[in-house]
């Protein structure tokens, strides 16, 4: 926790991105100032920098791919340790949320929503580590998230009834002429409302939980007493402890509203 | 102006109370529907979820733009 001279804490400068990684036990002021600079570049005029919040993801990734085939390495009837955790987690998404929603045509998708869960799931929980951030609490990230679900729903909905039909399913069959000058507006807006919505839900989420804990732990620095200590960690303790929970459900909500869609663009007729 | 922060502030709390409504309302409406019916219980928090998320979702916009009134003050 930084505190400037005045005594205020720095909350919103710990959910930013920034260009530096934040460095535990480094003392030595003039070799890294408890900071590690991450290269800055342009390409073509777009800032490509490598922010904090990249390297989450690339350690999110990461990590993914390490316990994921360090888990099902050996395939075998009995699954044990982190596969039987695994294992638990992605049968139940599949029996109860992917197949019930999707149909059998489900199982097409579980790839997509496993790595979207997952994805989701391990950047949350990645910044409830201390010194580290929370990639799903950048904007940016949560819009990239949510423009794969859309391009997955449209391309979904393309596949299964063609491209004309497509389009046509935006409004229901058998409408009046008039009432459809009203109806296509509105159902263009509410296709691009699901990905924003699901944007900013994911984003407001982490954002709001991290927020929380920082005023509670900064109203020790802002008040100046030692006693408002164990009350504030107490606090925030509990909201971390909700944060862990709260980064499994916007996990689970991201994939179970994309497969949803999905299904909704695929077979408009129910 | 400091008027600003007054109406995020009311804002945010305006935003709450309308997701309070509507979360207790559907909770309240599934756990009847769980006592009517126990074995339902899988299907019903599935949906409760999901509505739950849609609800939260347009609370938490509100509650972005009282944040957006106060940082682009």
Redesign the interface.
């Known amino acids: 926790m930084a505190a400037d001279a005045d005594g205020q804490v720095d909350v919103?400068g710990h959910i930013l991105d920034h260009h530096s990684l934040e460095v535990p036990f480094i003392n030595a002021q003039h070799v890294f100032d408890g900071h590690i600079e991450l290269p800055q570049f342009e390409v073509f005029g777009i800032d490509m920098s490598i922010t904090r919040h990249v390297v989450m993801m690339w350690v999110a990734s990461a990590l993914l791919i390490v316990t994921m085939i360090s888990a099902f390495r050996r395939p075998g009837p009995v699954p044990t340790g982190l596969r039987n955790f695994l294992e638990t987690i992605i049968v139940f998404l599949r029996d109860?949320?992917i197949i019930?929603i999707m149909g059998e045509s489900g199982r097409t998708y579980m790839p997509f929503l496993l790595t979207t869960f997952f994805f989701i799931l391990y950047c949350n929980m990645l910044g409830l580590i201390p010194y580290t951030a929370t990639a799903t609490g950048n904007i940016s990230v949560t819009a990239a998230l949510a423009l794969i679900s859309f391009a997955v729903t449209q391309g979904a909905g393309i596949a299964n009834n063609g491209f004309f039909g497509h389009w046509k399913n935006l409004v229901p069959s058998g409408l009046p002429a008039p009432l459809l000058i009203i109806m296509i507006p509105i159902e263009i807006i509410g296709m691009l409302a699901k990905p924003f919505?699901l944007c900013?839900?994911l984003?407001?989420?982490m954002i709001?939980g991290h927020i929380a804990i920082l005023v509670f732990l900064g109203l020790i620095i802002m008040l100046k007493s030692y006693f408002v200590a164990p009350a504030s960690v107490v606090l925030a303790a509990a909201l971390y402890l909700l944060e862990i929970f709260i980064g499994f459900?916007q996990a689970?909500?991201f994939t179970?509203?994309t497969a949803?869609f999905v299904s909704m663009a695929a077979h408009p007729d129910h | 102006m400091e008027l600003a922060y007054l109406g995020a502030s009311i804002g945010a709390g305006l935003g709450v109370i309308g997701a309070g409504l509507g979360i207790g309302s559907l909770a309240s409406s599934a756990m009847e529907g769980i006592a009517r019916q126990p074995e339902a219980v899988g299907d019903i928090r599935t949906n409760m979820i999901i509505a739950a998320a849609l609800i939260e979702g347009v609370a938490l916009l509100a509650e972005i733009i009282c944040v957006l009134v106060v940082v682009t003050k």
Do not use: G, K, S, Y
Request: net charge neutral; proline share 6%; charged share 10%.
């Open positions: 919103v109860e949320v019930p919505a900013i839900r984003f407001a989420n709001a459900v689970f909500i179970v509203l949803l």
